[in-house]
């Protein structure tokens, strides 16, 4: 019952997200409205016990993939920027603000880890409270990770190794068709 | 050595890792030798050449590795071998037309043998997964490769369009893919035929069913999914759109049949009825909108959407007899629609850029052995005995009448005769019309090796076809068995 709480709240939140993201009028507003839905996608995930493809979501659609949309946003201009975003002493307040925060984070994280791997001081390293080697023949939904590792490395590895190609091939072409003269 | 993957995979996977070693060399040495254009040329003919030798080396073959991914069958062996030999018609027509338009070499033959690649492991790819990537290594190459001329606005509009729909369209068919995968918990082929040997529907299988078959009709461009390709292929640098109009479709077909007839023969009855629809209106529309064309690359585009509802007959057959069919038409397809293409590219010199039916004209005084090599490109494409073209009609027709599609049958005799008007008019312009226009036409040696074989093959396949049918009758043999068993089973 919970569970389907969850899903059909997720569900209706990520579909209409996908909506403003279509609808929204300023592009900058459409790419935010992204980076909240592919978050979504990513709690979808986690629900579903596939933690890795949700730090993957995480990491490379919210992170990388929306960031590079929000510069080639900015980069083409497409709507001038609003007077009042304009001032400088906004933009300095504001900018101390989300830098002592993520300052925060970063003392926050290091001391969670530092206090933990004093904790689990027996097995010693960072991160060391989880239990790789018991992985092997573990159950889904605390293995995600390691499990996908090990098909992806054996029985995938042809599939795995032609994406790698698939990802030159990409790169090849990014530079021929951007760069003006080879 | 972990499960499902010994050292024989790499034995067998001989050809794909020639292919991929040669396709990176292909960059270094365009970078480090000088004379790089005939280097380049050099060394992916020379990759080509191997690839294909030892490709023909597994001819016999019958077997699955990489933990049942990959079948190396006579299947895949035939349509690996069509696969290279259009690759090497298309790199033969290329270096006097990218000298003409002042492109890289370097580049552009390392992505034809990527995209060669991707349409190998097509051809093999026995699991959704491997055959996804492959067709996504072909597909990405393809979109690169049709923007490839960057001055030219038509050549990026033509990458644009296709990437834009060819990523849509991979979007379709993934989901299709993924509602396949959930309703029957595996992704290899042979795995979900089972699992369907029930012979169950539900809403998910045929959303599943419908999707997929959108998604592929967008590779093959089967009408309503084809507006991307007469654009695509008037934009594309000529020997590219040769090689999408041929190595893309063979790779896609080869794909379809694994699919529908190696992994849903279950389902046989519904996806009969997509594909009839599609193959009917495809021939239809394809040989109609042909008709008013005015520039010839247009002109082919539509023509190779109605011979894609051609083979897809072949597909609804869906019989030994039908898949043979489909591989012998796509074989002698090739030599037909790539020398067509080889034509055209020859025209194209510094001041003409040679796609307009008008720059034909004349062309019987100038050139007059290429002007009778396209003569027998347009009556093998129209199917005129004692072409290539006319035996795979013929097969193509036997298979539909075998299987008791008259209907369809009788559109295609329609259509094939609908199609000569326009085959017929690119020869009124080469011999009747004598206005000449523009510089002299030179054929490079590799481009009149390219037209050579193109014609050999598109004669030699039409009064001796008997060694072409044997080996598609070998091939199409495992799905024969594959869906007679389950007819018999309803």
């Known amino acids: ?182 | 050595m972990p499960a499902g993957f010994t050292v024989d995979d790499f034995y067998y996977l001989l050809p794909e890792i020639l292919l991929t070693g040669g396709a990176l060399l292909v960059l270094v040495v365009d970078i480090l030798l000088p004379r790089r254009e005939w280097a380049a040329l050099g060394m992916t003919l020379f990759t080509l050449t191997l690839t294909g030798a030892a490709v023909i080396g597994f001819t016999g073959v019958d077997t699955t590795i990489s933990a049942g991914l990959l079948a190396i069958d006579g299947f895949a062996t035939f349509f690996k071998t069509v696969v290279i030999v259009s690759a090497l018609l298309t790199v033969l027509m290329s270096p006097s037309y990218l000298r003409v338009e002042a492109v890289r070499p370097g580049e552009y033959y390392f992505l034809i043998l990527c995209a060669t690649l991707g349409m190998l492991f097509m051809a093999s790819g026995v699991d959704l997964i491997t055959l996804f990537i492959g067709l996504e290594t072909m597909a990405v190459s393809f979109y690169i490769l049709a923007g490839y001329l960057k001055p030219n606005q038509r050549s990026n509009e033509a990458s644009v369009k296709y990437f834009l729909l060819g990523a849509f369209s991979l979007g379709i068919l993934l989901y299709g893919m993924s509602l396949l995968y959930g309703e029957t918990g595996t992704t290899t082929l042979a795995g979900i035929a089972e699992a369907l040997a029930g012979g169950e529907r539900s809403l998910t299988l045929a959303l599943a069913l419908i999707l997929l078959v959108a998604g592929m009709g967008f590779k093959i461009a089967a009408v309503p999914f084809h507006m991307w390709a007469p654009d695509v292929y008037e934009g594309a640098p000529t020997p590219v759109t040769a090689y999408l109009s041929v190595g893309s479709k063979a790779a896609s077909f080869a794909m379809i049949l694994r699919i529908f007839i190696e992994g849903l023969p279950g389902l046989v009855a519904d996806w009969q009825v997509l594909f009839w629809a599609l193959a009917a209106v495809t021939m239809t529309v394809g040989n109609i909108a042909a008709l008013t064309q005015s520039n010839i690359k247009r002109m082919l585009a539509y023509s190779s959407i109605a011979h894609a509802g051609y083979i897809l007959i072949g597909v609804v057959a869906a019989t030994e007899r039908g898949v043979a069919a489909a591989m012998v038409y796509l074989w002698v397809y090739i030599f037909m629609q790539l020398g067509a293409f080889a034509v055209v590219a020859m025209l194209r010199r510094k001041d003409v850029i040679g796609d307009e039916l008008k720059d034909l004209s004349g062309l019987y005084l100038r050139k007059p052995l290429a002007a009778v090599a396209m003569l027998i490109f347009m009556l093998s494409l129209g199917g005129i005995p004692p072409t290539a073209g006319f035996m795979g009609k013929l097969w193509l027709f036997s298979a539909a009448i075998e299987s008791g599609l008259v209907w369809l049958a009788v559109i295609f005799v329609v259509n094939s005769v609908i199609s000569l008007y326009y085959y017929y008019r690119v020869v009124v312009f080469m011999w009747l019309k004598d206005e000449i226009a523009g510089s002299e036409i030179a054929v490079s040696p590799a481009m009149a090796t390219a037209l050579v074989i193109a014609v050999v093959g598109s004669l030699l396949f039409g009064v001796y076809p008997q060694v072409l049918f044997d080996h598609a009758q070998v091939a199409a043999d495992m799905f024969g068995s594959a869906v007679s068993s389950t007819a018999a089973l309803q």
Request: hydrophobic fraction near 60%; charge should be negative.
């Open chain 1, 1 to 182: 019952m919970a569970e389907a709480i969850v899903f059909w709240t997720l569900a209706v939140l990520i579909l209409g997200l996908g909506v403003m993201v279509i609808s929204a009028r300023s592009a900058v507003h459409s790419v935010l409205f992204l980076v909240v839905n592919f978050l979504l996608v990513a709690v979808l995930y986690v629900t579903l016990n596939a933690e890795f493809v949700a730090v993957i979501q995480v990491l490379v659609y919210a992170g990388g993939i929306v960031v590079l949309y929000l510069f080639v946003v900015m980069l083409v201009n497409l709507k001038k920027a609003p007077e009042r975003y304009a001032d400088p002493r906004r933009i300095a307040w504001t900018g101390t603000l989300l830098a002592g925060a993520v300052l925060a984070e970063v003392i926050a994280i290091v001391y969670a880890s530092v206090s933990s791997d004093e904790a689990g001081a027996a097995g010693g390293g960072f991160g060391a409270d989880t239990p790789f080697a018991e992985c092997g023949a573990g159950p889904l939904v605390s293995c995600n990770t390691e499990q996908l590792g090990w098909v992806l490395y054996t029985s995938y590895l042809i599939p795995f190794e032609l994406a790698s190609m698939l990802l030159l091939v990409a790169m090849v072409g990014a530079i021929v068709l951007a760069k003006r003269h080879l």
